[in-house]
C-alpha cells in the first residue's frame, strides 16, 4: 500500500545499506500506523552525478530522498512519527546528517489506489481486506 522511494544523490548504497533502510522504512510504517508489513514496498534509484540541482546549482553534497505514497486518513501526529523514525534510521544507515536526509508523504485516497487486483480499504479495514486474497497469494506473503 505505501510505496516509498528512496533517491540517493553523490553517494551509492551497498546492497546491504539498501535491505537496511528497506527494513527501517517496513518497521516504522508497521509501527506508526500498525498496517501490515507486507504492504509497504521500497524502492530504490540514484541521481545520475550532474543530475541534482539545489536552488538552480548543481549540488555535490550527499544527499538521500524519500518520496513516499500512503493511504489518507492519518492524523498529522502520525505521520511526523513515522517521518521522525525513518529520519533517524536512514540517517545512522548512510552515515550522513538529518539536514541531508528529505522525506515527503503524499496522501491518496484508498479509493484510488489498486493493488493484489482489488481497490486497497481504509486504513484499520487491512484484515478484512486481507481475506479476500487468494491463500497462494497470502502464504507468500507470509515469507
Do not use: C
Amino acid at each position: 500500500m505505501p510505496t516509498y522511494t528512496v533517491t540517493v544523490a553523490n553517494l551509492s548504497l551497498s546492497p546491504q545499506q539498501k535491505s537496511q533502510i528497506a527494513e527501517a522504512i517496513t518497521a516504522a510504517h508497521n509501527a506508526q500506523t500498525g498496517a501490515p508489513r507486507f504492504f509497504a514496498q521500497v524502492l530504490f534509484s540514484a541521481a545520475d552525478q550532474g543530475d541534482h540541482f539545489v536552488g538552480g546549482r548543481v549540488n555535490t553534497a550527499p544527499q538521500v530522498y524519500v518520496h513516499g505514497l500512503v493511504r489518507e486518513g492519518r492524523s498529522i501526529g502520525i505521520k511526523q512519527a513515522l517521518m521522525s523514525q525513518m529520519l533517524e534510521e536512514i540517517s545512522r544507515i548512510v552515515d550522513i546528517t538529518a539536514e541531508d536526509v528529505w522525506i515527503y508523504l503524499q496522501d491518496i485516497p484508498a479509493t484510488q489506489m489498486i493493488e493484489f487486483g482489488r481497490f486497497l480499504p481504509a486504513p484499520g479495514e487491512e484484515a478484512e481486506w486481507e481475506k479476500g486474497m487468494t491463500p497462494g497469494k497470502r502464504a507468500s506473503l507470509s515469507k
